[in-house]
């Protein structure tokens, strides 16, 4: 599948060599990739500049925020939270009548007391790039762990589960083919509608608090529960 | 020890049988009860009148709020969130310096789109009490699973886990100490300050869709994570 990825940073540059290396075509858009490629110095985050990356992903181009979205089968945010919108945006999501969103990114406030989310509890970021791109069929999922467990899974022991949620099937049944491509195969929970993004994305605080008592970042949950009759809904 | 329960609804029963089953002084404080004895039909959820269930635990007597905060060596919250504080301040926490209250109560709220919570992202109902009674310990913990997993872990498979937060190591400790006796020993995960429990709290929303995806609420989440150094700050 021609997948295009939108954001250089940690997340997108995982997902990017992940899907490739099992067999899709991959992109990573950005908004300026002369401005990307002439970096030198690592960023804020200490990610190493993304030229050297590239030279060790030749198979991945880096292309335009506009290029990502005019030829992607299915589009991938992995920008920032507070930058996704404008992203979309650009990437020209509102003229793709249903093309499928893989939202993976999380609102992040990082502040003097923790983190939190810049929209939560009644809305999520999910929810918000849905209405703003009606026409694309959004599905959350991989925004619950972080980006070296997203392609890598078994850096985690045990049956650890990543969740999806969004509006439309079909587009969860593909996003859930490619999480199995991925590793996750026989680990997917579907939450429901995309209204349980919410849920996903304020998880992500009690992750990062685990993440702390724990001492590492490679870390996820599985879900437990009594058995039910008729059989469970989580699918595989 | 003796240990009073704010809150006659399924919460504060199961914690109170649960507690006093172990060998705990328990009475049930609630603001009127008389009232709360007269009642011969259930309640809006669907629980059986509170006087069905004395007769099937005499062990535990019924008392007002005030008594219940006057002679408690340990003051659990099992009220509704939304009636938490007034709850807290008529039982008089603010006059016991140094009370350790166990917060179980989530600030659900239940609307017409799902589940959300009056208190969240920047705060927690939890520290919202902390700052009401600041004499008062808190120590949040058991918000995550329902009343019935609540004092009998066991009801769900696996290696499942129990947070705390709190900003007094001893309440912690204490407290810790009393999830022991009800099933949890070795099964406690300290996320550390008070500040954690939005996370805590913030996940309900996560578990509630769960639930609902897997068919029951006798669920919860174990935290599975690579190995670190030096070894984990998980309690035992």
Redesign the interface.
Known sequence: MKINVLGTGQVGRALAAGLAAVGHEVAVGTRDPAATLARTEPDAQGTPPYARWQEEHPDVRLVTLAEAGADAELLVNATSGSASRDALAAAGVGERDGLVVLDVANPLVF?A??L??SV???DSLAETLQRAFPAARVVKALNTVNSAVMVDPA????Q?VM?V?GDDAAAKDTVTGLLGELGWAGRV????GL??A???E??V????????????F???????????A?P???RT
Chains 1, 2 share one sequence.
């Open positions: 502040g007391d923790g939190s989310l939560a509890n009644t850096r985690v022991p045990g650890h969740f949620a929970l579907d939450l429901g209204r349980a919410r849920g996903m304020m998880y605080v009690l992750w990062w608090y685990a993440a702390r008592a724990v001492g590492t490679d870390l996820n949950v599985t879900v437990e529960h009594a058995a039910t008729p469970t809904a989580s």
